[in-house]
């Protein structure tokens, strides 16, 4: 089945930087696009970034353009997010999911445990 698991995260001062990544597993990863959201308590989960499956066409949120960078490598299912200037209100669990498309198709795995990013002097 498929299995997404995220790492990378913790607690960072504002300006700091910190990457993510995600190890994809149960599914042909390089036929998929690769998200990452975020969610905060009492908040809807946000699209952050999306990536299409041979890194073409990638996609940011407006609130972390300039700041974020999506990235893949299919030899190894991994997916990235390097984030730079880090601000308190990055802070969030973010999540990875795996899409069909690059747009607007829905995310096709029930959501993992995520990795909690807090920033924060």
């Known amino acids: 089945q498929v299995q997404l698991v995220e790492s990378g995260g913790g607690l960072v001062q504002p300006g700091g930087s910190l990457r993510l990544s995600c190890a994809a597993s149960?599914?042909?990863?390089?036929?998929?696009?690769m998200s990452w959201y975020r969610q905060t308590p009492g908040k809807e989960r946000e699209l952050v970034a999306i990536?299409?499956?041979?890194?073409?066409?990638?996609n940011l949120a407006d609130s972390v353009k300039g700041r974020f960078t999506v990235s893949r490598d299919n030899a190894e299912n991994m997916v990235f997010l390097e984030m730079t200037n880090l601000r308190p209100e990055d802070t969030a669990v973010y999540y990875c999911?795996?899409?069909?498309?690059?747009?607007?198709?829905?995310?096709?795995?029930?959501w993992g445990q995520g990795t909690q990013v807090t920033v924060s002097s």
């Open positions: 149960g599914f042909t990863f390089s036929s998929y696009a």
């Open positions: 999911n795996a899409h069909t498309s690059f747009g607007s198709s829905p995310p096709i795995s029930p």
């Open positions: 990536i299409s499956n041979l890194s073409r066409r990638t």
